[in-house]
Every structure is written in C-alpha cells, then in structure tokens.
Nanobody
Framework: QVQLVESGGGLVQAGGSLRLSCAASGRTFSNYYMGWFRQAPGKEREFVAAISWSGGRTTYADSVKGRFTIFRDNAKNTVYLQMKSLKPEDTAVYYC???????????????WGQGTQVTVSS
C-alpha cells in the first residue's frame, strides 16, 4: 500500500507559477512510476505528466508541454509538479498517482492522493 498526500495548491493569477508536491509513504517509492492528473468541474480526470521510477523519463500532455515540469526526489519520497505560465484553463483539482506501469492512462496507476485545488484567475 502507498499513501499519497498532495500539497501546494492555491489561487494564482494567470501567468503565475505554483509548485505542487506529493509525499509518499508506505512501500518503496522508487519502485513506482508517478503521475499527475487533473479534473476540472464537469470534466473527466485527465493526464498531465508522468515520470519513471528513476526520473530519467518524463511524459507530458500537449496542453502543458513547455509550461509544466515533473520531477522527483526519491530520497525524500516526493514527486513535484512545477507549473509556470498558468492559464485559467489549468484550474482543476490536481491528483498525484503511483503505479507499476505509469504512462498517460489512469489504468497505469494503483494509488491516488486526495487532490489539491489549483485555481487560476484571469
């Protein structure tokens, strides 16, 4: 079992930046792919970014490429999502997830955090 706790969400103006953190506990963090997903009101949960267990490979949704960066610190059992040039359409609840398969599909993840709200004002 892996427990995930996100933090760092909040209200920011368009063009601003935020860094989300996801602290993991339980099983060996470095054995898992980590991902970030988001869900806006009335929409499906969508993929944002993913990172391999070593941190050597990352994947991004087209909508966030060049603006968001995912990275991890296995010594701290934490994965981060650095977000810059935020847009109102980035407003959503952001979830981190851990899984053996990873990738851009929700099916690749077995454990989910409770989410953190990000609101971008125009």
């Amino acid at each position: 079992q892996v427990q995930l706790v996100e933090s760092g969400g909040g209200l920011v103006q368009a063009g601003g930046s935020l860094r989300l953190s996801c602290a993991a506990s339980g099983r060996t963090f470095s054995n898992y792919y980590m991902g970030w997903f988001r869900q806006a009101p009335g929409k499906e949960r969508e993929f944002v970014a993913a990172i391999s267990w070593s941190g050597g490979r990352t994947t991004y949704a087209d909508s966030v490429k060049g603006r968001f960066t995912i990275f991890r610190d296995n010594a701290k059992n934490t994965v981060y999502l650095q977000m810059k040039s935020l847009k109102p359409e980035d407003t959503a609840v952001y979830y981190c997830a851990a899984g053996r398969s990873g990738g851009s599909s929700r099916n690749g993840y077995d454990y989910w955090g409770q989410g953190t709200q990000v609101t971008v004002s125009s």
